[in-house]
């Protein structure tokens, strides 16, 4: 009996400490922008399938405290200013010039999980003027997943991604692929840490690139013996 109630009371903790990383931080906002015209994004914490948007004042930890930079074209990277939308954060900028802008965010709550040490990021793309590719080369996150090709994806198109850790390729990744209509599908990378899927759904997709690594270290003063990455993107299919 006491075996069975320790390995019950084992599971309720392995589940209660990595039951945080089951939600993702996402950043929204439409894949083009216009010259000299505001450009809206939105930042998100809980479940795109599911629909299920936490409140900010329910978000784990310290993540509400997180900053959301702005990678322009030439340009050194600016946090931009945002209002707290009760269930989300928002915000603008204008964009003055043409080539890829990107919207960043990488945040390590300040609490570990038990003994893990989270990481939340997102990045995504706006593409302003007639540039029909997409250039990560200013932003080399921890994690971070690059669409490959153009950002104006059509229903049926096969989609390809490649997920990347500061910089470099990370073969086999695991990488949940959401539709707002409910539906979900876990993948995994090929050998060069490229995704592909067709995109069978249209309207807006968050793609989840996750690694969990029993790596130990110290974390705001505090112990961990393992890490947890999660990494999202955002695309509208027509």
């Known amino acids: 009996m006491k075996i069975l109630i320790s390995f ?15 939600h993702a ?7 083009y922008g216009t010259l000299n015209q505001s450009h809206e994004v939105k930042v998100y914490y809980g ?12 978000w784990y930890s310290d993540v509400k405290d997180f900053s959301l930079m702005l990678h322009a074209p030439g340009q050194e990277p600016v946090k931009l200013q945002l209002t707290n939308q009760g ?11 043409a080539g890829t802008y990107l919207l960043s965010i990488v945040k390590a709550p300040k609490d570990l999980g038990g003994k893990t040490k989270y990481e939340f990021s997102s990045l995504v ?3 302003v003027g007639k540039s029909a590719t997409l250039d990560y080369k200013n932003v080399k996150s921890p994690l971070q997943i690059e669409l490959l090709g153009a950002a104006n994806a059509k229903k049926g198109q096969r989609i390809q991604a490649k997920i990347t850790s500061f910089g470099k390729a990370v073969p086999q990744a695991k990488v949940s ?10 993948f995994v990378a090929d050998e060069h840490g490229i995704l592909t ?18 790596t130990a270290g110290e974390h705001e003063g505090k112990a961990y013996a393992s890490t947890w990455q999660g ?3 955002f695309i509208t299919v027509k």
């Open 8 to 22: 019950f009371t084992f599971l309720t903790v392995l589940l209660c400490s990595h039951s945080s990383h089951a």
């Open 25 to 31: 931080l996402w950043i929204e906002s439409s894949s």
């Open 47 to 58: 479940e795109f399938a599911t629909n299920e948007r936490d409140q900010v004042d329910k």
């Open 87 to 97: 269930d989300h954060f928002s915000g603008s900028f204008q964009p003055t010039a």
């Open 125 to 127: 793309p706006v593409i």
């Open 177 to 186: 692929v959401f539709s707002t209509t409910g539906w979900g599908k876990e």
């Open 197 to 214: 899927f067709d995109a069978i759904w249209a309207g807006p997709y968050v793609l989840e690139a996750s690694t969990f690594a029993e």
């Open 231 to 233: 990494s999202t993107t």
